[in-house]
């Protein structure tokens, strides 16, 4: 792995992990309750600064955090709708990150931001994180709303990470393909976004099966418990044998034998998933709100103007490299960047007390991007 990524603090953030599954193996917490806990102590209160007026609210019961340029501006604003990550079961737009982020973003391209917290799996399962996120997204893009907080109706972007990444891409999917939806988004970020579960032995699930800070069980754990209590759910993905037999259509769209550069392919072999085998019923995991590969060409072919990031370590990289593969092939305009160096939630590290180089590096591609784009 590059020099650039600091071992220690790695080591250190894989420790951390490595202690909540010790923890739920031996019976005292569930890896879920430990991260959650460990995320809500790095939660921060609504701070305003000299440029940026910073307020909790929330649009439709769903909380928001705002983030309003203070100077004044003789046109219309551009915005950012932020979607963060934490495998649907925890994280909030008030970690130190998320904030540090969406405040950088405001200020840099002197933009009405707001991060939105859906609700959490275990205790919520998917369609919610969906409908919260959509929900906020079309009370924002409401000509009185838009008006009220000074932005142009045709500069917003939604964007996200991790399954944030997720949300963002079901999201502008169900805008973009909605007639009575009346403004439409400009652009979509997506920072090594999770896109589908319908096949869990992709070759970077395979690459990054014991990898840092996401391993292959913990993400079919995690993954898992964003549509179900149910534990034949994530045995059956351990197998690879959890999809039914109507689903065999899908998988032209998460064939990674084709959508795959050929580098990442490697000398891995395709094979098709054993269909058929699971003794559950789970309509949620051929919905393209659950996995956004999944929506036909169609569909694809309304989005607009794409950022995708992906990192070399990360179980999650071939669903954004897949995902850049299909949108090009229908004409959609896709910016990627692959970061070499990187590891899945490099952004959630970029605070102290790791500071995390390759986390700053993302930080500043994104922001760049947007501030070019937007």
């Not at 972007?157 to 169900?174: H, K, N, R, Y």
């Amino acid at each position: 792995m590059a020099s650039e990524i600091h071992v220690l603090e790695i080591d250190f953030i894989d420790c951390i992990v490595r202690m909540a599954m010790c923890f739920e193996n031996i019976g005292i917490m569930k890896y879920e309750e430990f991260i959650s806990i460990i995320f809500r102590l790095d939660y921060t209160l609504p701070r305003s600064d000299e440029y940026i007026t910073v307020t909790d609210t929330a649009f439709v019961d769903v909380p928001v955090r705002l983030y309003l340029p203070k100077r004044k501006s003789e046109t219309p604003r551009r915005a950012v709708i932020y979607i963060h990550g934490g495998a649907f079961c925890f994280g909030s737009f008030k970690q130190t990150s998320s904030d540090l982020l969406n405040r950088w973003t405001a200020n840099r391209l002197d933009a009405v931001v707001i991060g939105l917290d859906y609700r959490l799996t275990p205790q919520h399962h998917f369609p919610a994180q969906f409908e919260d996120s959509i929900t906020v997204v079309k009370f924002f893009l409401q000509d009185k709303i838009l008006r009220k907080y000074g932005v142009d109706p045709t500069r917003v972007c939604i964007s996200g990470d991790s399954s944030g990444g997720t949300l963002a891409a079901a999201v502008t999917q169900q805008v973009q393909n909605d007639p009575e939806i009346k403004h439409k988004i400009k652009m979509q970020a997506l920072l090594y976004p999770a896109l589908q579960v319908i096949d869990s032995r992709l070759p970077s699930h395979r690459e990054n099966e014991h990898g840092i800070v996401l391993t292959r069980d913990i993400a079919i754990k995690l993954v898992s418990l964003y549509f179900t209590k149910d534990k034949a759910l994530p045995q059956a993905m351990r197998r690879n044998q959890h999809m039914p037999l109507e689903s065999r259509p899908l998988f032209q769209f998460v064939n990674w034998s084709v959508l795959l550069p050929e580098k990442y392919r490697k000398d891995y072999v395709y094979k098709e998933p054993i269909l058929g085998r699971s003794s559950f019923s789970l309509p949620a995991l051929m919905d393209y709100r659950a996995s956004p590969l999944l929506a036909n060409d169609s569909q694809l072919q309304t989005l607009p103007q794409t950022y995708v990031l992906t990192c070399q370590y990360d179980l999650l990289r071939d669903d954004g490299l897949m995902y850049v593969s299909r949108l090009r092939s229908v004409g959609v305009q896709v910016a990627h960047d692959h970061i070499e160096d990187g590891i899945h939630a490099a952004l959630s590290f970029m605070t102290s007390p790791f500071y995390l180089q390759v986390g700053l590096r993302i930080k500043d591609m994104y922001i760049n991007w947007l501030n070019k784009n937007l």
